[in-house]
Structures are given as structure tokens and as C-alpha cells.
């Protein structure tokens, strides 16, 4: 059979904590030679058959016609598979899901590595024809805005499932890795003046030790993360509202609007008005 959209398999070349974005993408299912990561919540969704995943040291088969979620940071790997149907793969920024504002029970469980599977069966004809959706919805011009509405609807009708009644959480849940813990302090607080020396002060670490151990992994500093995360939001907000982009600058932490300019172009080669232009629904 086949199908209009490129099938996609596992990269075993690709390296650690390589971005995604926001994506959704059909898959084929694979045995995976090594465990992915990646600083997105990601969403799979299997029309027929099986997969079973290996998350660090838990097996978690996950089964047909369920809606299936999990934090990408967390090292996850395919080590088996039922039937050879392709399935879905949809992935969200993490500081994207985090402007969500979930109720933090729900965050507290995702970041200790909860595989959230949908449960209610009545759910499964909707979640197939939502997420054939989002597959062509994608290559649209204002698709990214019906993605992210829709993506944010359906998972706050998952988050309802999870107890909300719970104390907000500290800064960090146990069970984290330093790399874990420095990768959603980042996310809950790019937005604030921040530097090396109060992300290594948060996280208990020397700022040098903090830097040192975030570069082996990420392959970029701690400040060149905190400006891509901002640049990532400024991205989406260019996007999605008609703030203009002096707001939008100083809501994503600048505090000059050449240091935003610059850094906009250096990260995704448009200035700021050009790529509202070029993408903004704003512009159809």
C-alpha cells in the first residue's frame, strides 16, 4: 500500500537533544539501536498493532488506537513491534507546551517520566481523524495556529484525567538529571533576565561545572539555549498574535530590540519582519 505522506524511520546518526520542533509526521515502525532524546513533548498515535518502548530502564507497551504521550528528554527506544503500519509522530517544544499552563500535576508527572496512554476508548475515531489533520494541516500557511489550538485542547482534556487538587510542585522533582533539571529550569524561566551564574545557582551546581556539563550534552552553551528558547518563542508569537514586535522582544527576555534583531537573524536567517511576513497568518 501507499501512502502520500514520506514515511520516516529513526535516525541512528542523529545526535542527542537535536531538535524536532513542532512537527507531526507519519513513522514506520523500526527496532531503534540506541535510545532517543530530544527537549519535546512527544505525542504517537498507532492505528493497528503494537510498540513496545524501553524508557531508561521501564518496558511500556504501548497499543493500538490509544492516544500515547511522553517528555522526549527522557531516553526512550523501540525494542519491539506488532504489525508494519505506519503510525503517528507529532512533537511539541517544551517551552510551547509549557505556555500551556497544564495543571502542575499533570507537568509533575510528565517530567518524571510518566507515559501518559488515553484511556477512554470513545476517543479513538476522533484522535485518528484529528491527527490525519494536523498531518496536512502542517504544510499550510496558518497551519501551525490550527495545530497548536487543537493540540493544546486535546492534551487539556488528557491533563483533566490527572489529579489537580495536588500542592504545586518545587522548583525541581525528585529523579531528575542535573541536564533535566537545567533544561526545564530554562524553560519555566527564559522569559526572565537570566544568566549562567543563577542557572547553575538554581540547579546546586558551579556555573563553570553547569556550562561545562550542559555543552557536552546540549553542544551549545547555556546562553546560546536560554537565546534559542527565546528565539523560539518570538518565532511562535510573530506567528500567532499581532503584538508588535518591540512586545515581543522584551516578552521573550530581550531588553534591546537590536539584540533581539540580531539574534533573530543569526538563528533563522529573516529579521523579525520578514518572517512575520513570510509565515504570519496575520499576512494570508
Not at 67 to 79: A, E, K, M, R
Not at 148 to 155: G, I, N, T
Not at 235 to 258: H, M, P, W, Y
Request: proline share 6%; glycine share 4%; hydrophobic share 35%.
Amino acid at each position: 500500500m501507499s501512502y502520500p505522506e514520506k514515511l520516516n524511520t529513526f535516525n541512528q546518526n542523529r545526535e542527542n537533544f537535536t531538535p524536532y520542533g513542532l512537527t507531526c509526521e507519519l513513522w514506520t515502525p523500526s527496532l531503534m539501536p540506541k535510545p532517543d532524546r530530544h527537549n519535546e513533548i512527544e505525542l504517537n498515535y498507532f492505528p493497528s498493532g503494537n510498540i513496545t518502548y524501553l524508557f531508561q530502564d521501564r518496558k511500556v507497551i504501548v497499543p493500538s488506537k490509544r492516544l500515547v504521550l511522553f517528555w522526549g528528554l527522557i531516553p526512550h527506544q523501540i525494542i519491539g513491534y506488532e504489525g508494519d503500519k505506519p503510525y503517528y509522530v507529532c512533537t511539541i517544544p517544551l517551552t510551547q507546551f509549557l505556555l500551556w499552563k497544564f495543571p502542575p500535576s499533570f507537568i509533575d508527572e510528565i517530567f518524571k517520566g510518566k507515559v501518559f496512554i488515553e484511556t477512554r476508548s470513545h476517543f479513538s475515531i476522533h484522535d485518528e481523524f484529528m491527527i490525519k489533520n494536523w498531518l496536512s494541516d502542517i504544510k499550510e500557511s496558518n497551519g501551525v495556529e490550527l495545530i497548536s489550538l487543537e493540540m493544546h485542547a486535546r492534551l487539556l482534556r488528557m491533563s483533566n484525567n490527572v489529579s489537580s487538587h495536588e500542592k504545586k510542585s518545587s522548583s525541581f522533582i525528585p529523579g531528575l538529571s542535573l541536564i533535566e533539571r537545567i533544561v526545564v529550569y530554562i524553560s519555566q524561566n527564559y522569559s526572565q533576565p537570566l544568566n549562567v551564574s543563577e542557572i547553575g545557582k538554581a540547579v546546586g551546581l558551579h556555573p563553570d561545572y553547569a556550562n561545562s556539563i550542559f555543552k557536552k550534552a546540549f553542544g551549545c552553551t547555556l546562553y546560546e539555549y536560554v537565546i534559542q528558547e527565546r528565539i523560539a518563542h518570538a518565532q511562535r508569537k510573530l506567528v500567532l498574535s499581532d503584538l508588535s514586535i518591540t512586545e515581543i522582544a522584551f516578552d521573550c527576555g530581550f531588553n534591546s530590540i537590536s539584540r533581539f534583531n540580531a539574534a533573530f537573524l543569526k538563528l533563522t536567517a529573516y529579521r523579525p519582519v520578514e518572517y512575520r511576513k513570510r509565515y504570519s497568518k496575520l499576512n494570508i
